[in-house]
Every structure is written in structure tokens, then in C-alpha cells.
């Protein structure tokens, strides 16, 4: 039998199908009233089911770039009514949940009917670089961005593609740095989390275990592990091949890659390494990590909900997905190596310069990062808004919050990009598929570390 398409195969062939249908349609290629391809003829396309296809021209329609003609297919709508602005916005899919994005949309045209915000939801591969394309070829009038697609975006050389911003003071401004490019800020920041430590306080009360605090260093979190471990759940699971996690165990080190004045990259045996042990050696604990095969973050938290383990890595974010779980669950700070240190993931907007209608995308931008929509963020997610007035408020609250929630402001101090590694975007995917040999015990140190301090010093 042949092997069934994973999950992440299938969103990429879906994502691919509605992004090359809507570039079609945005661009003229296919004119107002032509009829798409058959559903059948879609799907042999794209190598998807009938029920794939609907689902993504769905998509479509709920962007009112076609409309569903019965018994005779999907069409391309007309566009919209003259003397209304539209500006068309990428963003994250995941942001409608970690923003409240459908709300904030809908206060936003209550507020200015005279400018309509089209979404154009886009692939979390290559972000940095279909935006882009998509701001080059004017398909975007302004977009989301995670401060580590930022660093790609502008690995790419186009900076200029961005409108620059003035600063502004009521947003944390450690947020901000990551969006600067010189002198010149290039992003707004909108929602942030730190990785952090949640746990379920049910199986620490079953247990009589304390629960986690900031001294833990690892070595506690193996140890509390294992006497949680039985035989329902597991102790303590991640996504390992995560970009959002791995690294952690480098920042935690307190160094940075650096090069000798001949451009060459020292690994082997430094305090780099020692991070990167302690994934190995954790990852072969099968006593209280599971041997899952996860494909991304949301995995863990999944099983994590599912009580089959005890304490994951997480964010802020993710909370958001957490927050109907049937148990009681809390956030600690990460456990540490040498410094306590944490990775900071912010996700913030940005405006495409060659905009025609860069007004109403100001517009736009303002409104997210008002008060008022900062703390509708703040008062219906769990997600950490970047305006510090409304991140910090106080209130009643109709929302179940880990009652640790604003633990966040306690570790500030432990926040670290992970541009502070002296790491370029593209060479954390080179360092992470050659260590998936090294965590795998396929090959020793030295071996692994030889081959990526010739990778990296080229």
C-alpha cells in the first residue's frame, strides 16, 4: 500500500490551489465572469478530493473573489463597488484565533465603511518570500509578520519594499527593535508571547508535586518528569524540530556563533553544544518523553490536551487552542541551562511602499494598534497584545485564564530574539537538519559539528 499523504502535505497542496486560483483572479489572468475549472479538474490538478477543492474555493468566496453559481460552477465576482476603498491584508491563518482578527474586522468597517480590508490568508512556508513577491507584483497592500520571517524577508534584500513607520511610544518597546532595519522601523509590533512552561496542575496534584517555579533548571524538569510518568500519560513532551524550540537550548548557553578573523565557525566543544546535548540526552529519556512522531508545535499541544502528558513547551498563543481544556492548567517560566533565558515570538504588521492605497493601509494599522483594539485582543485571547496599557489591564474577565497569566511581565529580562544567536534565518534550518543526525545518535559530535562549522563558515 502506498503511504497516506501527512497532514502538512495536504495543507500545503490545499494552500497552493487557493493562493495559484487567487493570484489568477487578483491579477486579471482570469476576467469577471469567466468560470474556474471543474472541481474533478481542480482536484486532478492538485492531486486533492472534491471535498478538499470545495473547501478551499470556500476560501474564495469568503473573499468574494468568486461566487457559487448552482448547477453550473464557481465564477469570478465582480469587483467592488466604486467610491470604497479595499485593501488587501495577508496574514498568518492562525492569527484569526491568536487576534481575534474577525472582530477587530468588524469594528474596523463599523468605524470606516468607507475602506473594506480583503484577507488573503498565506502559506507558512517560505512566508518571507511570498510576501515578497506579492508586495513586488502589488497583491498586497499590507501584511502580518513574525519577527523571524521578518529577518528572511529582509535576508531577501527587500527592505525597500516597506513602508517605514514612526515610532509608537504605548508599545513595549523591546517589541519594536524586531522590526527595525537600521534607523528605519519597518513593522508595527501586534501580539507577543515568550516559550513557557505549562503544565497540568491536576496530574501535580495527583501526584502531591510542587509545581514548577523559576529555579528549575532541566535536571528538575527530568526529575519531576519522571515520577509524573505512569501509565496514562507522559511526563514532559515537545516539538523538537521546532524553530520555536531547539534553539532555546543555544540561547540558554549565554554565547553566540562567532567567527575567528579568518571566518571560521568553532562548535565543537563549546557551550553551543551543551544545549544540544541536552536535547539528545532528553529526547532518549523514552521513560518520560513520548517517542511521538509530532509534525508541528500544535501536536504537543494536542497531546497536552488530550492528558496524555504532563507539561509541554507552549506560548502564549497557543493558549488560545488550550483554553476549552476539561482540566485546569498554569505557565511557569522554562526550565534553564546556564542563564535563564526564554525565545520571544512576536508577530507584527507591516505596509507594502508601493501601495496604492497606503492611506487606508495606515489606516488599518492604527486601528489594530489602537487602545480600544489592543485590549478587545487582550479581553477575548490569550494572546499578550503589544500596546502595554492594554496588556496590563485589570478587570472583569469572562475569559478562563491560567492563573498565572501575567507571569510574563516577571521575565522580561529573559527574552531573547532569535536573531541574538548571530544565526542568519537560513542557517537555523541548516543547523537543525544536520543535528537531527546528531539527536537521532546516527552520528557522534564531532562528526556533526565538523560538517556545519564548514557549512556555516562558508
Known amino acids: 500500500m502506498g503511504q497516506k499523504p501527512s497532514r502538512s502535505t495536504f495543507r500545503q497542496r490545499l494552500d497552493e490551489m487557493v493562493s495559484v486560483l487567487r493570484e489568477e483572479i487578483v491579477t486579471g489572468k482570469r476576467e469577471v465572469g469567466e468560470y474556474l475549472p471543474s472541481e474533478v479538474a481542480l482536484g486532478e490538478q492538485f492531486n486533492l478530493s472534491k471535498n478538499s477543492v470545495r473547501k478551499g474555493l470556500e476560501r474564495l468566496v469568503s473573499e ?9 460552477g464557481n465564477q469570478v465576482a465582480r469587483p467592488e463597488q466604486e467610491g470604497r476603498t479595499t485593501i488587501r491584508f495577508g496574514y498568518y491563518k492562525s492569527v484569526i484565533e491568536e487576534a481575534a482578527l474577525d472582530e477587530l474586522l468588524a469594528e474596523f468597517e463599523k468605524e470606516h465603511p468607507h475602506i473594506r480590508v480583503q484577507l488573503i490568508p498565506l502559506p507558512y512556508d517560505n512566508y518571507g518570500e511570498t510576501i515578497s513577491e506579492y508586495m513586488e507584483r502589488e497583491l498586497l497592500d499590507a501584511a502580518t509578520v513574525n519577527n523571524n520571517d521578518f529577518q528572511s524577508f529582509l ?30 522601523l519597518l513593522g508595527h509590533p501586534l501580539i507577543f508571547s515568550p516559550v513557557v512552561l505549562c503544565y497540568n496542575r491536576d496530574h501535580f496534584k495527583n501526584s502531591a508535586m510542587a509545581e514548577p517555579d523559576s529555579s528549575w533548571k532541566w535536571n528538575d524538569l527530568i526529575r519531576v518528569a519522571e515520577e509524573l510518568t505512569d501509565d496514562n500519560h507522559y511526563g514532559f513532551y515537545y516539538h523538537l524540530l521546532s524553530n520555536n524550540r531547539w534553539p532555546i537550548f543555544m540561547l540558554q548557553s549565554g554565547m553566540k556563533l562567532e567567527r575567528n578573523e579568518a571566518g571560521k565557525v568553532r562548535l565543537y566543544r563549546t557551550k553551543l553544544m551543551d544545549g544540544m546535548r541536552v536535547c539528545r540526552d532528553m529526547i532518549a529519556r523514552k521513560d518520560i518523553l513520548p517517542s511521538y512522531m509530532s509534525e508541528c508545535d500544535h501536536d504537543a499541544e494536542e497531546l497536552f490536551q488530550q492528558g496524555k502528558v504532563s507539561m509541554i513547551m507552549a506560548t502564549y498563543f497557543s493558549l488560545n487552542y488550550l483554553r476549552n481544556s476539561e482540566f485546569e492548567y498554569d505557565v511557569a517560566p522554562l526550565p534553564y541551562l546556564e542563564h535563564a533565558t526564554t525565545l520571544l515570538l512576536a508577530i507584527g504588521v507591516m505596509i507594502n511602499r508601493k501601495s496604492k492605497c497606503k492611506e487606508a493601509a495606515r489606516t488599518f494599522l492604527d486601528f489594530l494598534l489602537s487602545y480600544k483594539s489592543q485590549l478587545l485582543i487582550r479581553q477575548r485571547t490569550l494572546s499578550i497584545p503589544a500596546h502595554k496599557q492594554a496588556a496590563e489591564w485589570t478587570g472583569s474577565d469572562s475569559m478562563n485564564r491560567p492563573s498565572r497569566f501575567f507571569m510574563y511581565r516577571e521575565i522580561i529580562p529573559s527574552f531573547r530574539y532569535i536573531s541574538e544567536l548571530n544565526i542568519k534565518p537560513h542557517q537555523i534550518d541548516v543547523i537543525r537538519n544536520e543535528m537531527k543526525l546528531y539527536w537521532s545518535g546516527m552520528e557522534d559530535e564531532q562528526a556533526v559539528c565538523s560538517r556545519l562549522e564548514q557549512l556555516l563558515s562558508e
Not at 468574494?64 to 453550473?72: A, E, G, M
Open 64 to 72: 468574494n473573489l468568486i461566487i457559487k453559481v448552482p448547477r453550473i
Open 155 to 184: 535576508g531577501l534584500g527587500h527592505s525597500d519594499l516597506l513602508e517605514p513607520l514612526g515610532d509608537k511610544p504605548e508599545l513595549y518597546p523591546f517589541l519594536s527593535d524586531a522590526f527595525r532595519h537600521g534607523e528605519r
